[in-house]
């Protein structure tokens, strides 16, 4: 009986897609906590620059308005 269960290979496979499968979850995971992390600082850097930009902008039409 023991020496059946032990060379049984059926579970085998199935066995092997769900390791597989695992480690595509955990890479998938890594690889959006990292893309998060890039977008993350990506948007902050766009809102500093699109804030200056406006800043820039407000400042040289107050100056026009003042001149008229």
Known sequence: MMARFISEESGQGAIEYILVLGGALIGAIGVGAVYA??????????????????????????????GL
């Open 37 to 66: 992390d890039m977008a993350q600082h990506t948007a902050e850097t766009l809102n500093s620059s699109v804030d200056s930009v406006m800043t820039s902008i407000d400042s040289r039409v107050m100056d026009e308005l003042a």
